[in-house]
């Protein structure tokens, strides 16, 4: 029978691939440098494969380094979900969450699961409202830890994702050409909605706002009908969109992030227990393979985009 991997030599592996060095990671699991070289050789003999490259003064992963990575970070994820089910010191009491109807869809369900998994004893109490109500919320003591749009002109968040921000319609229903372009988006002050705005203006495009909505379902709706066109995170991207490049018209957009707030005063080991978790279930997200999942139908194309200056308006705006 082949030997278990080793859970601290995994933990050191993470801290390597996360730093981009054996100094820095080092550093982060407490070890000497060359204790930390010392467990990547017996990992890399233990899986028979070379997982680090040198690049430049520091180290990047190779193609079979990726790969364990994966691995790494669920078993360590998993490891720590069993040790805190054992946990008689557990926390308890209530954590106030909020977060936009579209993260709390695509994201809170792993989330939920797996805080409910290791602190069975904590109360969930959660909130969906645009990022802007969250931030309100959070000046006015009412939510622990918010979810929101990382926007650093409004709000102070900690950025924990990064997705491209698509144009998105129906893959159903033709998109005229020559008419002004349809538009489902949040309200006035949603800054994708903003950001749509801009890039049409910067390209001369006509536009018309025809649904306005704070709800993801509502808007998703629209462009699955057929009726409007819209722009969603690429993770949000469901069956039946079909993403619009260049190639339509459509100008590129800049990424989306997202951030978490958290309340000053709240308890460090509740406000680590569900950071960790959050962070933990969107780096486990991937939205790359979005295409394969979706049967094809988000199709991706590229041409320069009509019009002059289009990104530099785009950023303006942010």
């Known amino acids: 029978m082949a030997a278990p991997l080793d859970i601290d030599q995994l933990h050191t592996f993470v801290a390597i691939a996360d730093t981009g060095s054996f100094t820095k990671a080092a550093d982060r699991v407490f070890k000497t440098q060359s204790a930390v070289s010392m467990q990547m050789r017996r990992l890399e003999d233990r899986i028979g494969k070379q997982l680090f490259a040198k690049d430049g003064r520091g180290n990047r992963l190779t193609a079979e380094g990726e790969k364990l990575l994966n691995f790494a970070r669920r078993m360590i994820r998993l490891n ?64 622990d830890i918010a979810l929101v749009t990382h926007n650093p002109r409004e709000r102070q968040s900690d950025v924990v994702r990064t997705e491209p921000l698509c144009w998105v319609a129906s893959a159903n229903h033709p998109l005229s050409e020559d008419a002004a372009v349809p538009l489902a988006v949040g309200r006035r002050d949603c800054c994708w ?17 025809l649904f306005t909505s704070w709800s993801s379902t509502v808007v998703a709706s629209a462009v699955m009908a057929g009726m409007a066109v819209s722009v969603l995170p690429e993770s949000a991207l469901r069956p039946g969109m079909k993403v619009l490049s260049q190639a339509e018209g459509f100008p590129p957009l800049p990424p989306v992030q997202i951030g978490i707030m958290k309340r000053p005063g709240l308890s460090p080991s509740l406000s680590n227990a569900i950071s960790n978790h959050i962070v933990a279930c969107l780096d486990n997200m991937t939205p790359a393979s979005l295409t394969d999942e979706l049967d094809g139908e988000i199709k991706l194309t590229t041409r320069p985009p009509r019009g002059r200056n289009g990104q530099a308006a785009l950023q303006a705006t942010w």
């Not at 290791?118 to 003591?141: D, K, Q, Y």
């Not at 909605?193 to 706002?209: E, F, H, K, P, V």
Request: proline share 5%; charged share 30%.
């Open 193 to 209: 909605r903003q950001l749509a705005s801009a890039a049409l203006d910067a390209i001369g495009r006509d536009y018309q706002i």
């Open 80 to 143: 720590n979900e069993a040790i805190a089910s054992f946990d008689d010191n557990r926390l308890e009491g209530t954590l106030r969450i909020g977060t936009p109807d579209d993260y709390a869809d695509r994201y809170m369900p792993e989330i939920i699961m797996r805080f409910a998994k290791t602190h069975p004893n904590v109360e969930l109490f959660i909130v969906c409202e645009p990022s802007a109500s969250l931030t309100e919320r959070m000046a006015r003591g009412e939510l």
